[in-house]
C-alpha cells in the first residue's frame, strides 16, 4: 500500500528539483538574468547622462547663438568677417 504512494511522492520530489536546480527557474538563471539587469542599468545611466547632455546642448541652440557659431567654426570651417584663420598640421 505504501509502494506506490511513495513512488508518486519520489517521483514528484525529482521533478521538482529538477526544476529547481535545471529548468527554467533555476538558481543558475536566476543568477545569469541578475547580471543582465545589472548590466542593462549600467547601460541605462550611460544613456540617461549622455541625454542629460544632449538635451543641455539643444537648449543652448534653441536659445543662444554661441553654440550655433562654435559649431559653424569648427565643423564649417567659417570666419567672422575680418578675422584671421590660422591652420596647424601636424607632421
Keep these: 500500500?505504501?509502494?506506490?504512494?511513495?513512488?508518486?511522492?519520489?517521483?514528484?520530489?525529482i521533478m521538482l528539483q529538477y526544476r529547481l536546480w535545471a529548468g527554467n527557474a533555476s538558481f543558475s538563471r536566476q543568477?545569469?538574468?541578475a547580471l543582465?539587469?545589472?548590466a542593462q542599468k549600467e547601460?541605462?545611466?550611460r544613456n540617461e547622462a549622455r541625454n542629460?547632455?544632449?538635451l543641455a546642448e539643444i537648449a543652448?541652440?534653441?536659445?543662444?547663438?554661441?553654440a550655433i557659431?562654435?559649431?559653424a567654426r569648427h565643423e564649417l570651417g567659417?570666419?567672422?568677417?575680418?578675422?584671421?584663420?590660422?591652420?596647424?598640421v601636424n607632421k
Design 1 to 13: 500500500m505504501f509502494k506506490p504512494l511513495t513512488t508518486i511522492l519520489i517521483i514528484l520530489l
Design 31 to 33: 543568477a545569469e538574468l
Design 36 to 38: 543582465k539587469v545589472s
Design 43 to 45: 547601460d541605462n545611466l
Design 52 to 54: 542629460k547632455i544632449l
Design 60 to 66: 543652448d541652440l534653441k536659445t543662444g547663438s554661441e
Design 69 to 71: 557659431e562654435e559649431r
Design 78 to 88: 567659417m570666419i567672422r568677417p575680418g578675422e584671421v584663420f590660422y591652420r596647424v
